[in-house]
Structure formats: structure tokens, C-alpha cells
């Protein structure tokens, strides 16, 4: 019985280069762009928005962000780069004197690109929603939080409005406060609490400073009445942020977006659809955008691959926003752009192969 391989030596070295050419280019895109949100998340933590915890958990999401976004020119780009080599080195020559033709160049590249595309479609459609809203999540909690984290060791820190004043001596690498001492004003009551140790608690989803070991006194300055206790804990409510979570469109789930008519939520489903969709249509773009003479060199028509890629992604935010805006039906936003792609693929095909070329390809005979 004859052994039939999946894979060809063709196929292998396709497959070989494009793979680290996609990782190479899509690694320096996101390095670039998360590089600038790390500035920003720092500044923020500087600013005492988020607190120095919160910077890893948040950067390792803007990765994800980053790496779906980036994924279709990432695989673009890749595929130029890869096919565009084999023609300067003239292996592209090679391998059509051996009968391999534009058909079986598609059929290699494809055996790669395909299980690129489905992790691009679980990026897209659940790994990206997930990413943008635990993003979003993270910073309402620490904005909730940005007062208690003003507290610092070895000073006088001011809470809600300086109705609070904290000192506190010493704060362990468990977030225990140790020697604790806390002015507290309620209206014309002044009240006075020190504490061997005090720590913060989530209670009944309100936020909580609770003392331990220590003493209180409360009442108002020139009187004599003023109660004085000593407790084992003591807890005090701290008043945050009243401002509630709104999940954002990108963090909404695909499951959930399905079932809406709201329009800037079935453009977002189209946008994340069009990531599979996308590297579909750009790799059967890129194969005869790749052909170049052997002196043009590797990177012959990668300025006008540039040029087309940013056209199709432009086409893509202009139809989303003509969606949102009711202007355009959802139909015709979302598949006008593959429409166009398919039609100025045609013309690519036709130009470099010949209108007899497709006509076999369409009959189902490969050249």
C-alpha cells in the first residue's frame, strides 16, 4: 500500500519559516505597543490609581490584547516575508521546474495558516473579551482601594477627605500595620483609636480597617463626657468609590453578543469575527503579492503589502463605525470589505497568472 504524508518536504519547509517568522514579527509588534501602555500603567501607578501588584496582572492582559490585535498583520506580513526570500533566492524556480505551480504553493501555505487561524478565532472570539474585562475589573477594584493604599509606614497619612488621619509605624510584607494610631472625625465627635496591629478586610463587599489589641476614646473637644474602651478587634468602615463596574463593549462575552440588537455591540461581533476571516483573505492576497524578480529583492513589494493592509483595515473601522451609526446594515458592513478584497484578489491573480490560469483553477485543474 502506498505511504501517503500529510506533509511534504515543501510543506515542512513552509511551514518551518512561516511559523518563526510569525512569532518573530508578531513578538516585536507587541513588544512595541505594550511597551507604551507600560508607561501609561506605570504613570498611573505613580499616581496612586493602581497599586504596584496590580501593574504585572494588568500587563500580562495588555499582552493578550495585544497579540490578538496584532495577529492578522503579524501572519501578513509573514507570509511576504517568507515567500517573498524563496523568490529572491530563486527556490520559487526550483519548485515550479518540479511541477509545483501557484496551486500547491496555496496548499502548503494553507496546511500552516489554518491552524493559525483557529487560535486566532479563540483569541478573538473568547481570549480577548476575557482579557478586557478582568483589565477593566482590575483598575475599578483599585480605584475602589486608592485611598487605603495611601497609607504608608512612618507617616502621617490622610484618608476620606481628612476626616481620617493614619500613623502607622511599621507595615510588614503582609500588609499588617503594627503600632497604629488614627484620628477620627464624625461630624463635631472626635475620636482617637490606637492598636497593636490593624489590617484591611472585605466584609459583606465593604471595605474595612480592623484593629486588633487596642484602645479607643471618643467625644467632643471641651467636654467631659468621653468614653474610652479597650476591645481585642475593632473594625471601621471606609467609605470608596460609589462609581459602579461598567463591563466594556470588548469585555462583553461572544456568547451574550449573539443574542443583541444593540448596533455598537453587533459591530463589535463583527470585528471580532473578522480576525479569522481577516488572515483568510490577506494570506490568499499575499501569495501573488509575493512575486517579485530575484533583484527586487526579499522585500520587493512589501511597501505596497503595507499600503493595501492599512486600506483594508481603514475599510474595516470606516464600515464598523457606518454599523454603529445605523448608516449601513450589519450584513453589508461586515462582508462589503471581503467583497472588495476578493474582487482586487481576482485582479492579482489574473494579472501575474493569466485569465486562462483561473479558468482552469475554477474547472478544478491545478497549475
Given at each position: ?11 515542512r519547509?513552509?511551514m ?6 510569525i512569532?518573530s ?9 505594550v511597551?507604551?501602555?507600560f508607561?501609561?500603567?506605570?504613570k ?33 506580513v509573514?507570509?511576504l ?13 526550483a519548485l515550479s521546474?518540479a ?14 495558516i ?22 477593566e ?12 493604599r ?5 507617616k ?34 472626635m475620636?482617637?483609636?490606637t ?12 471595605l474595612?480597617?480592623?484593629f ?6 471618643q467625644?467632643?473637644a ?8 479597650t476591645f ?12 459602579i463596574l461598567v463591563?466594556?463593549?470588548e ?6 453578543l449573539l ?12 470585528h471580532?469575527?473578522?480576525a ?10 499575499a ?26 483595515a481603514?475599510?474595516e ?9 445605523g ?9 462589503a ?12 491573480l489574473?494579472?501575474l497568472n493569466g ?5 482552469m483553477?475554477?474547472r478544478?485543474?491545478s497549475?
Amino acid at each position: 500500500m502506498r505511504n501517503i504524508r500529510f506533509l511534504s518536504i515543501v510543506d515542512r519547509m513552509i511551514m518551518s519559516d512561516l511559523l518563526k517568522t510569525i512569532f518573530s514579527v508578531l513578538t516585536v509588534l507587541v513588544v512595541i505597543i505594550v511597551s507604551r501602555n507600560f508607561i501609561k500603567i506605570l504613570k498611573m501607578a505613580v499616581d496612586g490609581l493602581i497599586s504596584t501588584e496590580a501593574i504585572v496582572g494588568i500587563l500580562g492582559l495588555k499582552i493578550v490584547l495585544a497579540s490578538v490585535t496584532f495577529m492578522v498583520p503579524a501572519v501578513f506580513v509573514s507570509v511576504l516575508m517568507v515567500l517573498g526570500r524563496m523568490y529572491r533566492d530563486q527556490e520559487m524556480s526550483a519548485l515550479s521546474s518540479a511541477g509545483a505551480g501557484v496551486g500547491r504553493l496555496y496548499i502548503s501555505v494553507f496546511k500552516t495558516i489554518i491552524p493559525v487561524v483557529f487560535v486566532a478565532t479563540w483569541m478573538s472570539l473568547y481570549l480577548a473579551p476575557w482579557a478586557a474585562a478582568n483589565v477593566e475589573r482590575i483598575i475599578h477594584e483599585e480605584k475602589q482601594n486608592v485611598g487605603v493604599r495611601a497609607i504608608a509606614e512612618g507617616k502621617f497619612s490622610e484618608y476620606n477627605k481628612g476626616n481620617l488621619i493614619f500613623y502607622v509605624e511599621k507595615i510588614s510584607a503582609d500588609n499588617v500595620m503594627h503600632d497604629v494610631f488614627v484620628q477620627n472625625k464624625r461630624g463635631d465627635e472626635m475620636g482617637v483609636i490606637t492598636a497593636e496591629r490593624a489590617e484591611v478586610r472585605t466584609i459583606n463587599n465593604g471595605l474595612y480597617i480592623v484593629f486588633i489589641n487596642g484602645e479607643r476614646v471618643q467625644g467632643n473637644a471641651g467636654d467631659v463626657d468621653f468614653i474610652f474602651e479597650t476591645f481585642a478587634e475593632y473594625g471601621m468602615h471606609l467609605e470608596s468609590s460609589t462609581e459602579i463596574l461598567v463591563n466594556p463593549v470588548e469585555g462583553i462575552a461572544t456568547l451574550d453578543l449573539l443574542e443583541t440588537q444593540d448596533l455598537k455591540e453587533l459591530s463589535e461581533l463583527c470585528h471580532r469575527l473578522s480576525a479569522p476571516l481577516s488572515i483568510l483573505v490577506l494570506v490568499i492576497m499575499a501569495v501573488p503579492l509575493a512575486q517579485v524578480s530575484p533583484r527586487s529583492g526579499v522585500y520587493g513589494n512589501l511597501a505596497a503589502a503595507f499600503l493595501i493592509y492599512f486600506s483594508f483595515a481603514n475599510f474595516e473601522k470606516v464600515s464598523s463605525n457606518w454599523m454603529e451609526k445605523g448608516e449601513i446594515s450589519v450584513w453589508l458592513g461586515f462582508w462589503a470589505v471581503y467583497m472588495l478584497a476578493a474582487f482586487f484578489i481576482v485582479i492579482l491573480l489574473v494579472r501575474l497568472n493569466g485569465f486562462i490560469w483561473m479558468l482552469m483553477q475554477l474547472r478544478g485543474k491545478s497549475v
